[in-house]
């Protein structure tokens, strides 16, 4: 089974500085996720967003996360495949894709490493006998 981790939260109208402090804090995301009172999904915080409109320019880091969050991320839902996750993650160029219920609560994030680490271990024999570069054609048995 795929593991899923718990994601960075804060809430509506927490600061961009808190929110930065957050990840920080963690160690392990790139995002903060901002979720309502019900703990359903409003938005996303990004390294992205911090680092393309933060550093680009001066920004009041007291402003609410709501000034630069993206509103209505992409989600996937719990019945979604690994298979739906890595489109994702690939067409949009996300690294983090948060998990919701019916109700659009976040239940946690999907990141790439994690679905690597479920692939090598699921299919660990197929992984670990790749050659390194499978169109290169040794000219003798290693060792040989």
């Known amino acids: 089974m795929l593991s899923r981790r718990q994601p960075v939260t804060v809430l509506p109208g927490t600061t961009l500085a808190e929110c930065i402090r957050a990840i920080q804090r963690t160690g392990t995301g790139d995002s903060v996720f901002v979720c309502d009172a019900k703990g359903r999904l409003t938005g996303v915080l990004t390294e992205r967003d911090i680092f393309g409109r933060i550093v680009g320019g001066r920004v009041d880091l007291g402003q609410p996360v709501e000034r630069l969050m993206t509103t209505e991320p992409r989600t996937l839902d719990l019945d979604?495949?690994?298979?739906?996750?890595?489109?994702?993650?690939?067409?949009?160029?996300?690294?983090?894709?948060?998990?919701?219920?019916?109700?659009?609560?976040?239940?946690?994030?999907?990141?790439?490493?994690?679905?690597?680490?479920?692939?090598?271990?699921?299919?660990?024999?197929?992984?670990?006998?790749l050659p390194p570069r499978p169109h290169q054609r040794m000219k003798a048995p290693e060792g040989g």
């Open 80 to 129: 979604d495949t690994i298979r739906d996750a890595i489109v994702l993650m690939q067409t949009g160029r996300y690294r983090n894709v948060p998990l919701v219920d019916p109700a659009g609560h976040l239940v946690g994030v999907i990141r790439q490493a994690d679905i690597i680490k479920y692939l090598a271990e699921s299919f660990p024999e197929e992984l670990l006998n």
